[in-house]
């Protein structure tokens, strides 16, 4: 699964934020179908981080990885 979302970030996630001077990493997957990110750059410290996660991050995420549950930023 960790592969999987690694993939998904490099492809779809990180281009979409790197537009924007902003990035995301991958800090852990818990077993329960928690997925952990650090997001970076512009993206750290900005206002609209919390829609940013859930509607570009975990979207993506969830579209192609239904095993996890949630994305949450760290």
């Known amino acids: 699964m960790r ?15 790197s537009m924007h001077g ?3 990493e991958l800090v852990d997957v818990t077993k329960d179908g928690t997925v952990k990110v ?3 750059g512009g993206c750290s410290g ?6 940013t ?4 991050v975990e979207r993506a995420i969830k579209s192609k990885v ?4 949630k994305v949450e930023a760290v």
């Open 3 to 17: 592969d999987a979302i690694e993939k998904i970030l490099a492809e779809e996630v990180r281009p979409a934020l």
């Open 22 to 24: 902003g990035g995301v």
């Open 38 to 40: 650090k997001l970076t």
């Open 46 to 51: 900005c206002p609209s981080a919390q829609m």
């Open 53 to 56: 996660l859930v509607g570009v």
């Open 66 to 69: 239904p095993q996890v549950k």
